[in-house]
C-alpha cells in the first residue's frame, strides 16, 4: 500500500541533484584518485581543528560563564555567541555595520547552518515569486520550488544583477503575486559581487512594492562569501541593512565558509519584527538553535582567532584561485569563452564556446567514466579517475531565457583539494573536452 504525502512530501520523494551527489562523494569517493571539484566542501587541512579545540576545551572549563553548555539552548541562539558575531562585525568592519547601528538590529542564530535560517523563511513567508539571479544557487532554489514558491530569476550582470530587467519584469507582474527577494551577495555558482549599488537599488525596489501593497515583502541578502573576498581591487561591501527605511532587510550569513561547515552556524540579522519572531519559532519548532556547545566554541574562536585566521583562508584561496584559474587559460584555453571567479570564495564558473557540459553530455561521461568504453573508463572495481564538477544546467531556471548557456556551462570549486592536486584536474578536464570534440566531430562526419 503507497503513503499518502503532502505536496512537499512528494516533490522530496526523489532525492535533489546535489541530495545525490552528496550522498554519492561520501559512499564512492576515492581519495587522492577521484577528483572532487564538484560538492563545495571546505580543505579539511584548512579548518582550524587545533584552536577548536582550545575553544572547546576552554568552554568547558569556564562552566560559570558557559552555563549549561552541553544542554539545550534556546530559540533564539547564544548570547555569547550573539554578542561574538556583533563584535566580529563591528571590529572587522564587515558591511560598515557600526555598534550604533547594532541599537536597532538583531540577531538569530539559526539551528543547522544558514541552510536552516534559509529553510525557515520558507516557511514563515506566503508562497509566491521569489526573485533571485541567474545562474542560481540550485540547493535553495529547489528547496523553495519543492515548497511551492515560483522561482523568477533575473539575468546576473558585471554589477550582480540586471536591474532593468528586474523593473520591466515587476512592471509586467501582479505585484500581489511577489513573495520576497534572495540576492546573494558574492554568488553561487559564479561568484560575481553585487556592487553596493544594486544592493541599494534592490532594496528600494522591495520598499515601494511594500508602499503599493501595505505590507513588507523582504529582502533576503545570503552573504555566505562576503567575507571572503580577497581582490583588493573590489570596492568594499556594505550590509543591505544601511540602504533601508523600512525594516525589509534580512541578512544571512554563515561560518562554514570561514571557519569549519560542521560547526554548523549560520545566523540571520534584522530589525526586531514579527517575520524575526516567527523564524525564531521555527527554530523552536525543529529543536532550538545549534547545539550550545558550538554556539559558545565558536564565540571564543571570532573573539580570539577569527582576524588571524580570516586573512589566512583569505591569502589560501586568492592562491588556489590564481593556480586553477592560470590552468584553465594554459589547458583549456581554445575551448573557452569565459571564466569567472578569482575575487572571492572558491567557485569558479566557466562557459564553453561549444562543448556540452550536462548530465548526459560526452564531457560529462568522460568525466565520471561512464562512457561504456573500458579503455576510457577502467575496468570494474579499479575505474580510471572520476571528476566531480556542477553542470551548469542545475543553476538555470527551467524556462531561462538563457537555456541555450546552460548546456555549455559549469561550476568547479577548488575549495576542497589541496592546490597541488589543481593541475590534475584541469589537464582531466582538457582530456575531456578533446574527448567531446572528437565525438561531436565523429557525429556530424568531419
Ligand atoms: C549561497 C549559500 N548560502 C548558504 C549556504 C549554506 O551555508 P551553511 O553551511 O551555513 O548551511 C551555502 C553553502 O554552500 C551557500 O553557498
Excluded at 571528476?387 to 531565457?401: A, Q, T
Aim: net charge negative; aromatic share 10%; charged share 20%.
Amino acid at each position: 500500500m503507497e503513503y499518502k504525502l503532502s505536496d512537499y512530501g512528494s516533490l522530496s520523494i526523489e532525492q535533489s541533484p546535489i541530495g545525490s551527489m552528496t550522498a554519492d562523494f561520501s559512499t564512492t569517493f576515492r581519495k587522492g584518485i577521484d577528483i572532487n571539484l564538484g560538492v563545495g566542501y571546505v580543505n579539511d587541512d584548512t579548518i582550524p581543528s587545533n584552536e577548536l579545540r582550545e575553544c572547546f576545551s576552554y568552554v568547558l572549563q569556564h562552566s560559570h560563564i558557559y552555563k549549561s553548555s552541553l544542554n539545550y539552548g534556546a530559540a533564539q541562539g547564544s548570547n555569547h555567541l550573539i554578542h561574538a558575531i556583533r563584535d566580529y562585525y563591528v571590529t572587522n568592519g564587515i558591511g560598515n555595520v557600526t555598534q550604533k547601528d547594532f541599537d536597532s538590529l538583531h540577531i538569530a542564530i539559526g539551528a543547522n547552518g544558514a541552510t536552516s535560517i534559509l529553510d525557515a523563511i520558507a516557511d514563515v513567508l506566503p508562497k509566491g515569486i521569489v526573485f533571485t539571479v541567474e545562474p542560481m544557487y540550485y540547493i535553495y532554489t529547489e528547496t523553495l520550488r519543492r515548497k511551492g514558491y515560483t522561482i523568477c530569476a533575473i539575468p546576473e550582470t558585471d554589477e550582480g544583477i540586471d536591474i532593468n530587467y528586474l523593473k520591466k519584469y515587476i512592471e509586467t507582474c501582479d505585484i500581489h503575486t511577489i513573495s520576497f527577494f534572495y540576492i546573494i551577495t558574492v554568488n553561487n555558482p559564479t561568484t560575481q559581487i553585487i556592487t553596493n549599488t544594486c544592493k541599494k537599488e534592490i532594496v528600494h525596489i522591495a520598499e515601494d512594492i511594500s508602499r503599493k501593497r501595505g505590507h513588507i515583502v523582504p529582502v533576503i541578502f545570503d552573504k555566505a562569501y562576503e567575507d571572503i573576498i580577497y581582490d583588493s581591487s573590489v570596492e568594499k561591501p556594505e550590509s543591505g541593512l544601511l540602504f533601508q527605511s523600512l525594516p525589509c532587510v534580512f541578512e544571512v550569513g554563515t561560518l562554514s565558509k570561514i571557519i569549519a561547515p560542521a560547526l554548523r552556524i549560520g545566523y540571520v540579522i534584522a530589525q526586531y519584527s514579527t517575520m524575526f519572531s516567527s523564524i525564531i519559532q521555527r527554530n523552536n519548532d525543529v529543536g532550538f538553535s545549534a547545539p550550545l556547545i558550538l554556539q559558545d566554541v565558536s564565540s571564543v574562536f571570532l573573539q580570539k582567532y577569527i582576524k588571524q585566521h580570516r586573512e589566512k583562508v583569505m591569502v589560501g584561496y586568492a592562491q588556489k584561485a590564481k593556480t586553477i584559474i592560470d590552468y584553465i587559460h594554459k589547458y583549456l584555453g581554445n575551448f573557452v569563452e569565459r571564466v569567472q571567479g578569482g575575487k572571492a570564495g572558491f567557485y569558479v564558473y566557466i562557459t564553453f564556446k561549444t562543448i556540452q557540459t550536462h548530465s548526459s553530455s560526452d564531457f560529462f561521461a568522460f568525466l565520471s567514466h561512464t562512457t561504456k568504453n573500458s579503455v576510457i573508463d577502467g575496468e570494474k572495481g579499479n575505474v580510471n579517475p572520476r571528476l566531480l564538477y556542477v553542470p551548469g544546467e542545475m543553476c538555470m531556471n527551467e524556462h531561462s531565457e538563457q537555456q541555450e548557456l546552460r548546456y555549455r556551462q559549469l561550476r568547479i570549486s577548488f575549495g576542497f583539494e589541496p592546490i597541488e592536486e589543481l593541475e590534475r584536474a584541469v589537464l582531466l578536464m582538457q582530456q575531456a573536452a578533446e574527448y567531446a570534440q572528437k565525438k561531436s566531430r565523429s557525429r556530424i562526419g568531419i
